[in-house]
């Protein structure tokens, strides 16, 4: 997620009850309808009396990450903005048990709110239960404890726009390839409802909307330690690729080796996700032609707000979704801000001089 590493590592522990939306419309995990992040508001009066409620809250990470430290610093400034202390901040390496004790840990600082993503949500219920009854406020990234029941147990779960994300990764692709060529279509061979929608949105929107594009070639990727063998194999049957789809950065970055490899210059990548090294090949004119990042910064700016404000009373819709911004050489400086709001890398902003 949006989240390459999230997502890398999640492979083992996370599911999902629901996939793609036939009919083009991100959906939640447990088939929640999206609604848009910036929708979400409150009111002065509302956040005066939070501002006067003298409440706090507990950031329980589930790594850090640039995605992650976006989301952090997005919570961190609307809650300061709305008067919470920040009262603890915690990361649990991608481990489950260690995530369950960081839990344990902060409760004793007695917060209002705790913000988390679940490292594993079919035993996430028993992490985050000791907080749930003492009636602290939770809310959720991308994922919620199996079991739970949004407005009871949580307040709600915010994430990318995911066909929106694939699907602008499709238009990306068609504008590389002046709208025609042989394309290769690398997506996450695991159920999990982020990449499943995002990936999928980007293969219907070539088949649809592109008649001079077909996907000549597909292959899965269940264990991103293999990305590299599965870019040999994909390029070296079909040499004459005119662009690559990559689930996400980390593994594109393996197609990326792979072409540099076979001297081919040619080929195309599109890919999710903000990644330096992507970003560096993308602006000095390499293979890399998009990277399609979500507003990572508006998820924990927007999860904040919906947890404060149930604090007062206001209710929250079950699921809230961010846009998602195409970021190509041309828009890479903007696109870096609006996503994570900061600037470029400086290695970025050197080669595009």
Known sequence: MRKASVIMTAVASLFAMHAFAAEGVTTGPNGEKPVPARSLTLTEAQEQQIKDGKFTAALVWHEMSE????????????????????????????????????????????????????????????????????????????????????????????SDDLFQMGNKAGIAMAEALGKK????????????????????????????????????????????????????????????????YVTWAEPALSVLSALRGAGNSHTKIVTLDLNEPAALDMVKGGNIAALVADEAYSIGVTLARASAGSLVGNKAEPFYAVDSIAVTKDTVKDGWKKSLNRDVPAAIAEAMK
Not at 197 to 223: H, L, N, V, W
């Open 67 to 158: 995605y992650t430290n976006a989301v952090n610093a997005g919570a961190h400034d609307e809650f300061k903005r709305l008067g919470i202390e920040v009262v603890a901040q915690t990361d649990a390496g991608f481990d489950a048990a260690r995530q369950k004790a960081d839990v344990e840990t902060v409760m004793a600082k007695k917060p209002s709110i705790i913000l988390s993503l679940p490292v594993d949500p079919a035993t996430a219920a028993s992490v985050y239960d000791p907080a749930r009854h003492a009636g602290v406020k939770l809310g959720f990234v991308d994922n919620c404890p199996a079991g739970y029941k949004q407005g009871t147990d949580y307040v709600t779960i915010v």
């Open 181 to 244: 060529g042989k394309v290769g279509y690398i997506f996450h061979d695991a159920d999990f409802y982020v990449t499943n929608q995002r990936d999928q949105a980007f293969k219907k929107t070539i088949q649809q909307d592109y008649p001079d594009m077909k996907i000549e070639a597909e292959a899965g990727m269940a264990d991103p330690a293999r990305s590299e063998d599965i870019a040999q194999a994909m390029i070296t049957q079909h040499p004459d690729l005119d662009g690559i």
